[in-house]
């Protein structure tokens, strides 16, 4: 996902655990640093585990369109970083609309 900071644009990879993989975090911190410093990042930071349901960071009409695609062809963003703002309740039947909506748009274009 992205978002705007200080007028730039910052990417954000979340990484969310369960049981059978949580040893396996820091190796897939590792694939994931070695993919941003391949697009381009030139600061990379890891945070501690959050367990929260964010929205707002990647609004629809701000940073993705009414199709769910960034300023860059065929990258899609579709978690609840679209939706406005963070409503406090978990957005997961949300997020399935989105992800169906969003599948159907894709398999329209491949077409």
Known sequence: MFTKYSGRCIGVIHVITTRNV???VPVIVKILKNILKNAGAKSIFKTQYLAAHPGGTAKVGDLVDSN????YD??????CS????????????TIIGLGKRL?????????
């Open 103 to 111: 599948a159907k748009y894709l398999s329209k274009e491949t077409k």
């Open 22 to 24: 949580q040893g396996k």
């Open 68 to 71: 769910l695609m960034t300023k």
């Open 82 to 93: 679209v939706i406005p703002e963070a409503w406090g309740m978990p957005p997961t039947t």
């Open 74 to 79: 065929n990258l899609f963003i579709c978690d």
